[in-house]
């Protein structure tokens, strides 16, 4: 399965948020190449934002999804400080 990925242009800590622009909030999760979990949203419980280190040239992966297997729109924003 392929998952949206993105390599860290520097070390820092990357900030995320997802939001529903319609449908059911979708749960974020970025893992890194080892499958280690870096962060995971719930949406069920509110939690749709975080952050956590990154590693200069380390790939991360992303995985969306919606709770209820519904299609969903949605927008997430990736800030690294």
Do not use: H
């Not at 970025?30 to 934002?49: F, L, Q, R, Y």
């Amino acid at each position: 399965m392929w998952l949206p990925r993105f390599t860290a242009s520097a070390s820092g800590t990357l900030t995320v948020a997802v939001e529903s622009t319609a449908g059911p909030a979708a749960k974020l999760q970025v893992e890194d190449a080892a499958g280690n979990k870096m962060i995971e949203t719930d949406p069920i419980d509110g939690v749709n934002s975080g952050s956590f280190q990154v590693t200069a040239g380390t790939t991360y992966f992303i995985r969306l999804r919606s709770p209820n297997n519904a299609s969903a729109a949605y927008l997430v924003d990736l800030a690294l400080m």
